[in-house]
């Protein structure tokens, strides 16, 4: 039992004493890292314990992404005309049949019509919105 014992402390101590091998010693003392922009190069080691590691950050510090940079108007200007017609027949259909108004005699007619049609415009503008997120 003594033997077993002693024998196992012996196999469990190999590895500690692999550990202390002249490459874990030998490990580089500085390692620098730097963002290139546009053109440049990643620059040489100065010193054999010295590694370098270099990643590409675009073309400027300065400047926007170009997958940010010119999103579309949302304003009242850059919507189509049939948009802007459209919404002009609706406020002009007050009191008409179909027309969701409490104004007149089939005013209440079209508002669950309305409210699907207002759905449906919310789901495609939501759709509009995710796809140009970057």
Known sequence: MLARLILATAL???PAAAQDSKASQEAPKRVRSILLYGNEECPK?????EIVVCANAGESPYRIPKRFRNQPDEGAAAQAWTNRVETVEEVNRAGLPNSCSPIGTGGQTGCSRAMIRQWYQERLD?????????
């Open 126 to 134: 939501a759709k509009a919105k995710a796809s140009r997120v970057p």
């Open 45 to 49: 080691a100065e010193s054999p314990d």
């Open 12 to 14: 469990l101590a190999a």
